[in-house]
């Protein structure tokens, strides 16, 4: 392997360092962030850096960029406290890619891409009907990091999962779903089972459970 030094990749062009920095984390979970404004109009928005914080009380985050870079999603959250969180299929995943554009305030990207929103149980942010995964959820806290970035943290209040994806313990087999993966800025992988493992104890072998 070839040794990369801080120094020599700050030294880099912005464009090649990013690609490079952002690739080396791994794969991540990508999904469709929407949102309404205080007037209702809806935002729809790609991000890849989602993270289960928590099972009881059920908690997700996601890192929202500098706000003079991303400033809808996170605007929207403040004002009515509501998102939701819709995983990306390889069917529509040139579509999700293109939310990332810098659509003007305004702009409801359901309509720009060519994705059908779709209103449930009442809930004031429309999901991705395309999605087969979908998350509702409310804002619990937004945390201001160093960098100029932010964790947004949100409670989970409904969840949508095809029954047939769920197994007896509650584990969701996301490959079942569609649900894709991302790498760096651009690139979408899809994904499939490799293993599982029972839980481990320092005085056990392991078994493989099967999907």
């Known amino acids: 392997m070839k040794h990369y030094a801080i120094a020599e990749i700050q030294g880099w062009t912005r464009i090649y360092r990013a690609n490079f920095v952002n690739s080396l984390s791994g794969f991540k979970p990508v999904s469709l962030i929407a949102t309404v404004n205080k007037t209702n109009q809806p935002n729809l928005a790609i991000f890849s850096n989602i993270v289960h914080l928590g099972a009881d009380p059920a908690l997700i985050g996601f890192i ?3 706000r003079e870079a991303a400033p809808h999603t996170i605007r929207n959250i403040e ?24 659509y003007p305030e305004g702009v ?4 720009a891409v060519g994705l059908t929103a779709v209103s449930k149980d009442g809930f004031s942010v429309p999901y991705v009907a395309e999605s087969h995964v979908q998350m ?20 989970l209040e409904h969840a949508y999962v095809n029954e047939k994806a769920v197994a007896g313990d509650g584990f969701i087999e996301l490959s079942k779903e569609e649900s894709i993966v991302s790498l760096g800025l651009d690139a979408y992988y899809e994904t499939s089972p490799l293993d599982r493992y029972s839980y481990a ?3 056990q072998l392991l078994n493989s459970i099967s999907f």
């Open 79 to 102: 004002d009515t406290g509501f998102y939701t969180i819709n995983h990306i299929l390889p069917s529509f995943v040139d579509k999700a890619h293109q939310t990332s554009a810098k």
């Open 108 to 111: 409801n990207e359901f309509d």
């Open 136 to 155: 509702a959820l409310s804002l619990s806290e937004i945390i201001a990091l160093s960098n100029g970035t932010f964790l947004v943290v949100g409670a």
């Open 64 to 66: 929202n960029r500098p």
């Open 201 to 203: 104890k320092p005085d």
